[in-house]
């Protein structure tokens, strides 16, 4: 008896140890949770006091150039709103050009004056074309929206959800046709049509985003391609430009109708 009874108590000083141990274990990470907490609440003030500086120095560059201010399709501050600005983690050689700076999470930032230059650029390029001669390839669900709009206020053919294989390469297909410009959402995920249209030596309009290559895009038109409000204001923006240039008699919806929750949004002050 004496023998079981002094078993029992160095089971009950294992448990005992065991125990202090797991509380311990706890507690250390208590503490480290803690500094992960600070340190992400460190980094979103540093990221967010870094947006409102980037406001403020575009705001200033764009003030000290009346002429360009002038010539903005939109104030400065829609484009923020509409995160046309905000790249990806990865910056491509091809992208590298149009990238202002990149932010402390890591995020490239876009040259937005660039963008608005860009824009104008793209638009210029999408003027060449009539209606008819143009197909737009948009697989990404973001840009379905903006996409269907814009086709329905410029008469443009569009291709959403499924790019079907070989209705620009092979005439024995039924839906063959023929186009003189194929405009992409983005080079990697819109990449068989960037290929067919390569195949048959059409030329490409390309939205690419900072991780995009731009190995057969004709014409690039830099942004970011992963976000409904930026590609609902750069579809805004070509719809306008497009039908006052081709003289299409017809209203252009608002960008509210592109984007929605457009005046719910916020820019960074």
């Given at each position: 008896?004496p023998?079981e009874?002094?078993?029992?108590?160095a089971k009950e000083k294992?448990?005992?140890?065991?125990t202090?141990?797991?509380?311990s274990?706890?507690?250390?990470?208590?503490k480290?949770?803690?500094?992960l907490?600070?340190k992400?609440?460190?980094?979103?003030?540093k990221?967010r006091?870094?947006?409102e500086?980037e406001?403020?120095?575009?705001k200033?560059?764009?003030?000290?150039?009346?002429?360009?201010?002038?010539?903005?399709?939109v104030?400065?501050?829609?484009?923020?709103k509409?995160s046309?600005?905000l790249?990806t983690?990865?910056?491509?050689?091809?992208?590298?050009?149009?990238?202002y700076?990149r932010r402390?999470?890591?995020?490239a930032?876009?040259n937005?004056a660039?963008?608005?230059?860009e824009?104008k650029a793209?638009?210029?390029?999408?003027n060449?074309?009539n209606p008819?001669?143009?197909?737009?390839v948009?697989k990404?669900?973001?840009?379905?929206?903006?996409?269907?709009?814009?086709a329905?206020?410029t008469?443009i053919?569009?291709?959403?959800?499924?790019?079907?294989?070989g209705?620009l390469?092979?005439?024995?297909?039924?839906?063959?046709f023929e186009t003189?410009?194929?405009?992409?959402?983005?080079?990697?995920?819109?990449?068989?049509?960037?290929?067919?249209?390569?195949?048959?030596?059409?030329?490409?309009?390309?939205?690419?985003?900072?991780?995009?290559y731009?190995?057969?895009?004709?014409k690039?038109?830099?942004?970011?391609n992963?976000?409904?409000k930026s590609?609902?204001?750069?579809?805004y923006l070509?719809a306008?430009?497009y039908v006052e240039?081709?003289?299409?008699k017809?209203d252009?919806?608002?960008v509210?109708?592109f984007?929605d929750?457009w005046?719910?949004l916020?820019?960074?002050?």
């Open positions: 008896m023998r009874r002094k078993t029992e108590t294992e448990i005992k140890e065991k202090n141990e797991q509380v274990e706890s507690e250390d990470k208590k480290k949770l803690a500094k907490l600070e992400a609440k460190a980094l979103e003030g990221v006091g870094e947006e500086e406001l403020e120095v575009l200033k560059r764009v003030k000290g150039e009346e002429e360009e201010k002038k010539d903005m399709l104030p400065i501050e829609d484009y923020l509409a046309i600005h790249g983690r990865v910056i491509t050689p091809d992208m590298r050009p149009y990238v700076r402390a999470d890591g995020l930032v876009f937005t660039m963008l608005d230059d824009l793209g638009a210029e390029y999408l060449k074309f008819e001669d143009i197909i737009v948009c990404r669900e973001a840009g379905w929206k903006a996409v269907k709009l814009f329905k206020t008469g053919r569009i291709f959403t959800k499924k790019y079907p294989a209705i390469t092979n005439p024995n297909l039924d839906d063959f003189g410009l194929v405009f992409i959402c983005d080079p990697w995920v819109d990449k068989n049509a960037l290929h067919d249209a390569n195949k048959i030596r059409v030329p490409v309009l390309g939205i690419c985003d900072t991780n995009n731009t190995d057969g895009v004709t690039i038109i830099p942004g970011n992963k976000s409904a590609l609902g204001i750069i579809f070509l306008k430009l240039a081709k003289g299409i017809t252009v919806p608002s509210r109708d984007i929750g005046d719910e916020v820019p960074p002050k």
